[in-house]
């Protein structure tokens, strides 16, 4: 990616851009969230759930790190998955650096393989193996892994820039590992201001909220039938200043009339339940009260109607 040229950036300052990839669940998203200390990136225990690249950014005195949260790479089925696999790649192209999480608890496998075989066709970014979750290895555990990593990176033709295990739970080298990035980075301004975690869209990032709790607890089929889509996010009007309220109407969308009731749940309960755990979770987010009025619809197999996916926003 470009960097700005400015004459204002500290002498040996670096910045520049780095993504985690992995197989589903490796835990890109719970380490983008500790390197940046907040949640920005949307974790679940369900596999597949970061659809949007989210970006966090790393600040530091002498350098910032934006961190670029992709899709996992899978074998495509629908119109989406290609989508989302193009994603990964147009990603992979752009940035100074790749972390590899691979989980300390979890035998190097073939789905493995498959992406190290991918990056390793992207020959000129360094690449940085990550052995998470280590809280959940043994030592000698955790030691065989570091060898099967290793030989994982010689068997698909490249070597690893460094190998590094981290505990995203414990906070575990996690320091580290940005220690490790940084001199990866060219040389060159901040990218942006201080402060700033992510430049994603507030609107994204709730839709992702929504999303988020809409999946927890659903059936494994689901998560991929389920978009959110944010219409509308206002201050309530005629509101005290001191008492303010956003009123954020979103649609969640599902592609069969059927799953109607498993998202809505008897009485409506599930969805209740759904609306108020997004609704303090966007609260969290944005440091204001909220109004969330959020609906259900069907939007049939939306999954393989590009039009459908472009209003989706994919
Ligand atoms: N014990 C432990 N669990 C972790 C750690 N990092 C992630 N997890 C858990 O592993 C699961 C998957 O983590 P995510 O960060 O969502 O994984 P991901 O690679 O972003 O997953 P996708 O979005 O599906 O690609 C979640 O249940 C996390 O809580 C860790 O350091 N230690």
Redesign the pocket.
């Known amino acids: 990616m470009s960097i700005p040229a400015s004459s204002s950036a500290p002498a040996g300052h670096r910045s520049g851009f780095a993504c985690f990839v992995?197989r589903?669940?490796?835990?890109?998203?719970?380490?983008t969230n500790a390197l940046v200390g907040t949640k920005v990136?949307i974790?679940?225990?369900?596999?597949?759930?970061?659809r949007h690249t989210v970006r966090g950014i790393v600040h530091r005195p002498e350098a910032q790190l934006v961190l670029v949260?992709t899709?996992?790479l899978h074998k495509p089925r629908t119109l989406l998955g290609q989508r989302l696999n193009d994603v990964v790649r147009a990603t992979w192209a752009e940035v100074d650096a790749i972390g590899f999480?691979l989980p300390a608890n979890e035998k190097v496998g073939p789905g493995d393989r498959f992406i190290a075989g991918e990056l390793a066709q992207i020959r000129r970014t360094p690449k940085v193996a990550v052995v998470?979750?280590?809280?959940?290895a043994e030592r000698d555990a955790l030691a065989e892994q570091l060898i099967a990593v290793d030989r994982l990176g010689k068997e698909a033709g490249f070597e690893w820039a460094e190998i590094v295990p981290?505990?995203?739970?414990?906070g575990a080298q996690v320091e580290l590992l940005a220690d490790l990035l940084v001199p990866l980075l060219p040389e060159g301004p901040p990218l942006y201001p201080e402060g700033d975690l992510t430049d994603e869209p507030e609107q994204v990032m709730v839709a992702e909220l929504i999303r988020e709790a809409a999946l927890e607890g659903v059936r494994d089929e689901l998560p991929h039938s389920i978009a959110v889509v944010v219409e509308e996010m206002l201050p309530r009007e005629d509101r005290p200043a001191d008492r303010p309220l956003l009123d954020i109407h979103a649609n969640l969308f599902i592609e069969r009339p059927s799953q109607k009731g498993i998202v809505i749940g008897p009485k409506g309960a599930r969805l209740k339940h759904v609306g108020s755990t997004a609704r303090r979770q966007i609260e969290a987010l944005l440091g204001t009260p909220v109004f969330l009025d959020l609906h259900v619809k069907v939007a049939k197999d939306w999954q393989r109607d590009p039009k459908q996916l472009r209003r989706l926003g994919f």
Not at 43 to 50: C, D, H, I, K, L
Not at 132 to 136: A, G, P, R, S, V
Not at 166 to 170: G, I, M, T
């Open positions: 992995g589903p669940n490796a835990g890109k998203s719970t380490l990136a974790t679940s225990n369900r596999p597949q759930t970061t949260d899709p996992g999480c998470t979750k280590t809280d959940l981290v505990s995203a739970v414990s």
